[in-house]
Antibody, heavy 114, light 107 residues
């Protein structure tokens, strides 16, 4: 079965950094592009970033461009999201999802607060 | 960037009734629209993917239609278990964009 498990969330001070991970299993990770999607408390879904299977193609939402970096380690079946210069509006549940969005993790919560 | 306008923001129906949710895009996206269901405390679940394709295991009471800029998601004979938030997502061009969501309640 396809499994995606996010980790790395927690409480971060404004201006701080955090690195999220998404451990993938049950499929050939290196063959699929991957996304990060976030959802602020009681709000809708927001697409954050995408990375192609070989890392050659990367896209970001304008709201995170220049602050967040998506990357992956194919031999370790892991997706990452490095977040810097965090703001209160980055507070959200962060989900990783496989390319077609058919598979999602359970999410990891990032709270940006002093 | 393609903007996706979803309506209504919420609706309340009796079991057995029909639900209709609409998403309008600011650019032509062919049929690259996807529909998701999200229940409290859970990640979104893909119900319908590009080309109005019902995902395996999803009940046939869920359906969608549309092409270009106007898309409709329908639930026939709504059940109490369908209480959830529903979202559309355009996957035609980056950045991918979600609709604002529709909260479905049962009367």
């Amino acid at each position: 079965d396809v499994q995606l498990v996010e980790s790395g969330g927690g409480l971060v001070q404004p201006g701080g950094s955090r690195k999220l991970s998404c451990a993938a299993s049950g499929f050939t990770f290196s063959s699929f592009g991957m996304h990060w999607v976030r959802q602020a408390p009681e709000k809708g879904l927001e697409w954050v970033a995408y990375i192609s299977s070989g890392s050659s193609t990367i896209y970001y939402a304008d709201t995170v461009k220049g602050r967040f970096t998506i990357s992956r380690d194919n031999p370790k079946n892991t997706l990452f999201l490095q977040m810097t210069s965090l703001r209160s509006e980055d507070t959200a549940m962060y989900y990783c999802a496989r390319k077609s969005f058919a598979y999602w993790g359970q999410g990891t919560l990032v709270t940006v607060s002093a | 960037e393609t903007t996706v306008t979803q309506s209504p923001a919420s609706l309340s129906v009796a079991t057995g009734e029909k639900v209709t949710i609409r998403c309008i895009t600011s650019t032509d996206i062919d049929d690259d629209m996807n529909w998701y269901q999200q229940k409290p405390g859970e990640p979104p679940k893909l119900l319908i993917s590009e080309g109005n394709t019902l995902r395996p295991g999803v009940p046939s009471r869920f359906s969608s239609s549309g092409y270009g800029t106007d898309f409709v998601f329908t639930i026939e004979n709504t059940l109490s278990e369908d209480v959830a938030d529903y979202y559309c997502l355009q996957s035609d061009n980056m950045p991918y964009t979600f609709g604002g969501g529709t909260k479905l309640e049962i009367k």
